[in-house]
């Protein structure tokens, strides 16, 4: 690949991946409402995600995706209905409870498949690669140093790019002391969590 062509990608994905959409919504929401400690597991299958449909995208996959639709539709509502859940619980929780401790046995795991859901079955996500990928790249030339090259790319950008609204969120979440505002904050945090559901069902 060539380095105009690597920057231009970079540039667009960066652009693309910069606009809040269902998968940011969810990501900052669960910062502001429980700390940026146990985001990376959410962000790493983001991450990975991407990384598949590029893959399916470069290497003219995307018709067996088409072939398994059913699969990545029920992979979607598996996805919605987890962000619909954690809304409910996020607006219903105690404040004062254990909001700031370390994540538990297991919710790694979790908000790794939450993670993996969310951008599976993003509409936004499918449309980049799938519809305005190949107007960038000439998927056809790519080469297998290509792929390389452009996976590379892309998990810089996606790191810069969501690491930035984690601590964004992290530094919005330091000024929530008092139980009222953790409470509002909690209930804004179920409110984009249940907004990005609503977006990602609606499409």
Same mark, same amino acid.
């Given at each position: 690949?060539?380095?105009?062509?690597?920057?231009?990608?970079?540039?667009?994905?960066?652009?693309?991946?910069?606009?809040?959409?269902?998968?940011?919504?969810?990501?900052?929401?669960?910062?502001?409402?429980?700390?940026?400690?146990? +985001?990376?597991?959410?962000?790493?299958?983001?991450?990975?995600?991407?990384?598949?449909?590029?893959?399916?995208?470069?290497?003219?996959? +995307?018709?067996?995706?088409?072939?398994?639709?059913?699969?990545?539709?029920?992979?979607?509502? /598996?996805?919605?209905?987890?962000?619909?859940?954690?809304?409910?619980?996020?607006?219903?929780?105690?404040?004062?409870?254990? &909001?700031?401790?370390?994540?538990?046995?297991?919710?790694?795991?979790?908000?790794?498949?939450?993670?993996?859901?969310?951008?599976? &079955?993003?509409?936004?996500?499918?449309?980049?690669? +799938?519809?305005?990928?190949?107007?960038?790249?000439?998927?056809?030339?790519?080469?297998?140093?290509?792929?390389?090259?452009?996976?590379?790319?892309?998990?810089?950008?996606?790191?810069?790019?969501?690491?930035?609204?984690?601590?964004?969120?992290?530094?919005?979440?330091?000024?929530?002391?008092?139980?009222?505002?953790?409470?509002?904050?909690?209930?804004?945090?179920?409110?984009?969590?249940?907004?990005?559901? /609503?977006?990602? /069902?609606?499409?």
């Amino acid at each position: 690949m060539t380095i105009g062509a690597l920057a231009l990608f970079a540039i667009t994905l960066f652009v693309a991946a910069g606009s809040p959409g269902p998968s940011v919504a969810a990501l900052v929401a669960r910062v502001l409402s429980r700390g940026h400690r146990d +985001v990376l597991p959410f962000m790493a299958a983001m991450w990975l995600g991407e990384a598949l449909w590029l893959t399916l995208a470069v290497f003219g996959l +995307v018709a067996v995706a088409s072939a398994f639709h059913e699969v990545f539709i029920a992979i979607k509502w /598996a996805g919605v209905a987890y962000l619909v859940w954690l809304a409910w619980k996020m607006w219903f929780s105690d404040p004062a409870g254990d &909001g700031g401790e370390l994540p538990n046995a297991g919710s790694g795991w979790k908000m790794f498949l939450a993670g993996m859901s969310v951008t599976l &079955g993003n509409p936004k996500i499918m449309m980049f690669y +799938v519809a305005l990928l190949p107007t960038i790249i000439d998927l056809g030339s790519v080469t297998l140093l290509g792929w390389v090259e452009l996976t590379a790319t892309l998990l810089i950008v996606l790191a810069i790019v969501d690491l930035s609204w984690v601590f964004m969120a992290a530094k919005a979440r330091r000024f929530l002391k008092s139980p009222r505002a953790m409470k509002i904050a909690n209930r804004i945090s179920a409110g984009m969590i249940g907004g990005a559901a /609503a977006a990602i /069902a609606t499409r």
